[in-house]
């Protein structure tokens, strides 16, 4: 594998139901970020994570948690979403002084 | 905070013909990156070119370029000779420059122009 890869690529959960985005980046990066992406709305940063500790969070509901459990995995843990949740989500890395980040391919969410 | 307005939600030109996609932002910073980045159907964001504010020299790769008007808070991409998988959503994005004690620094993204090239 190359680059950034996310797992699933598409997910369909209830509103009850807990599940988990998977992203990992081949690229020895060690920063990597979480993107949500709306039909009608720009892409969102959501998370930021340098060198496993999260940096930023940018007022994301508590149903949204992420976890790094190193510079190459990143997780967003899903619980009690809402329809409005529905999205593209996407996950990137970079150099933590870097310019230029690299994005995975998305995990389309929908929540019924 | 910094803002970053595309104007143009879908444009659409004939296969090698050249088009202009328009990005203005806001910003009270001096150093920044500004950023173009194409969303095919595949969904997959990938860096088309990036231009750094203090560089007056407008950036160049293979088809597409940029007009940056640093003043006026511009940042246009061009592109040339227009194929087929040109056919995407491009984001216009920007990143304020990165500092030795900062750590990783947020894109902020254009709202996205829907670019379509008929045969």
């Known amino acids: 594998e190359t680059g950034v890869t996310q797992t699933p690529r598409h997910l369909v959960m209830g509103m009850t139901n807990k599940k988990s985005l998977k992203c990992e980046q081949h690229l020895g990066h060690n920063a990597m970020y979480w993107y949500k992406q709306s039909a009608k709305k720009p892409l969102e940063l959501m998370f930021v994570y340098n060198f496993k500790e999260q940096t930023e ?15 190459s995995h990143l997780f967003l843990h899903l619980h009690t979403l809402q329809p409005e949740d529905s999205a593209l989500y996407l996950c990137a890395s970079s150099q933590v002084r870097g310019y230029e980040q690299y994005f995975g391919p998305g995990t389309r969410l929908t929540v019924t | 905070a910094q803002t970053v307005t595309q104007s143009q939600p879908e444009m659409s030109v004939q296969e090698a013909e050249t088009v202009t996609l328009s990005c203005t932002y806001d910003t009270s910073e001096n150093n920044y990156y500004l950023f173009w980045y194409k969303q095919p159907p595949s969904r997959q964001m990938i860096l088309v070119i990036r231009q750094e504010a203090y560089k007056q020299q407008n950036a160049t790769e293979n088809r597409f370029s940029v007009n940056f008007q640093k003043a ?48």
Do not use: W
Request: proline share 6%; net charge positive.
């Open chain 1, 57 to 71: 969070n940018n007022s994301v509901p508590s149903r949204f948690s992420p976890e790094c459990p190193n510079s």
């Open chain 2, 72 to 119: 006026a808070k511009s940042f246009s991409l061009k592109i040339s000779d227009s194929q087929l998988g040109d056919t995407a959503m491009y984001f216009c994005a920007f990143m304020k420059h990165v500092r030795l004690i900062q750590g990783a620094q947020k894109l902020v993204f254009g709202q996205g122009t829907r670019l379509t090239i008929n045969p």
